[in-house]
Structures are given as structure tokens and as C-alpha cells.
């Protein structure tokens, strides 16, 4: 918590400038500067990290003064040396996902089946020939501490919780045309080899997904080192100003959501582009993205060009 001293040298107490005052902060520098009236900006007024101006016609706005303008920054450069590589990574590339016209969340935490039967245990049904390459037993209990499910469902199957550092769907009014992803970024060579030794973890991610990509900085890794049913995105740069490239695409399978899926992502917030959470703090609705109407009308082909 930054104190900044009052702007008054009648008023001895210091000023505690909390991350709301910083976030009232950015609306105002963000917006006209209509003023809200409320103790936040009594704080910020008296702090003089802002300032009152009154035009002619009597209308009251609010301006950041330089001291204002130089606490936005601090806190910037704070938050930014406070994110990871891997986090800055990931949001650089979920950046290029949303400009795709893609809904992406992070760090989901969503039930997935992996195959797992240990010896002398029934194995799971057959699943049906056009059946999605997801579709779970029709005995298998849905969670893994299920009292009631029979040893021999509980055996069939395994369910573990995958947490994909991005997970994104297709912003499309048509459910077969979602094409949902996964992306799995790391940042060093260590994290990636850690990452590949987990047969089960990787089993997950391909059970939520139709297509799932590692992301990670040029020279971290060979593509023959990846399991040939996974792409590959690389970094060239650094994150601030590199660029992206598809050095593989995934292996395209149809994969039905499943119901808890789809409650997991009903009850997390996807990310906001920067030019959505702008209109957010100005009071204005972003525009919803065209849905993939274009798509309704033709076969779905899977795309590789693109995230």
C-alpha cells in the first residue's frame, strides 16, 4: 500500500492510497473525468493525485495531476515485474487468441477421464463408432469420490482435474463449431520436459479439447521432442515485442464438451481484450464480436493457420 502525504499543509495525516484509489484512478484517466461525488475522490482530491476543474458553464471534471499520473505508473511497473515469465507469456499469447475472435479463460480447473485400469479390474464398454473421442462410459460416476458408484465403474476410469493454462472456444452460435483448445505454456525447458513426463496430465487435456498446443520460447525445446498429436506455438523475441509462430499444428479430433465443462465455464469470467476492458471503465458495453455464422452454413474444417 503506497502513502502519499496530503496536498494540504493544514491537514497533517497522510493519505493511505489502496489498489481501489489506484483503480479509481485509471477510470478517471481512462474516461471524461466525470466526477462520482463519493470518499474515494475526497481522498484522491486531498492526496493531489487529482484535481477539480470547473468550466464556465459550471460543469465539474476531474484531471490526473502529475503526481497522479506518476503513481499510475509505479504501480504499473510493480505489477509487472511481479508477473512471471510464464505468466507474462501467457497473457502475451492469450492477447493473440482473443484478437483471433476466440473466448479464452485461464487457469480453469475442470474433471477430466484419463485411462486407467488397473489389473483384475473391468474394463470400461466399448464406446460407439461415431462416438466423440471424449465420450466417457455411460457407467462411469462423475466425480472420483463417488460412495456409491461400484468398484468396477470407479475402475473403469479415472477422473483427475486437468488445469490448462489457457483453455479457448470459438465465439459461434453453432456447438460443433466451438473447435475448443488448449494451450499449455512454459517458460523453460525444465517446466516443458516435467510437463511430458506426465502421460496422464496430457491424457486430460486431450479429453477436454479438439486441439492441444505447448507454447513456449524458441530454442526451448525441438518438435521431435513433442508428441506428434500436440502442436507447437514458439516465441522469437522477447515477450514484449516478440512474435508468435505455428511451427505444428494439432491433431484435429471432435471432442463434445461435457456438461461439467460447460458449468465450469458458466461460472468463471473469460478475459477481457484491452480495448474491452477500456469500454468497461468508460460505462460503455462492449461490442459482441459477429458470431461464426459463416460456418453454419459449410462443413467444419479445422483451422491450423490460426491460435
Known sequence: MTVLP???SDSPPTIPITRFHRTRLMQIWRSAGWPCKDGLEIDLLAAGLISLHIAPDG???LRLTDEG???LAQARQRGVRALSLHDRLGQKFAAQLLAAGRIVWAELSLRAVIDSVPVGAVAPPAAAPDAPANAAPAMAPLWADDDHAPAARTAANVWRMARPDLFSVRNTSVPAYLQPMVHEVKASRADLLSDLRHDAKRQAY?????ECYYVFPAG?????EIPEHFGI???HGSVDDGRFELLRPARHNRCTLPFAVWMALCKATPLRSEEERAQAHLGEAPAPAAPDMAQSTAPSTPHTDTP
Open 6 to 8: 496530503s496536498s494540504t
Open 59 to 61: 460543469c465539474e471534471t
Open 69 to 71: 499520473i506518476r503513481t
Open 206 to 210: 486431450q479429453w477436454l479439447c479438439e
Open 220 to 224: 526451448i525445446a525441438e518438435p521431435d
Open 233 to 235: 506455438w514458439v516465441l
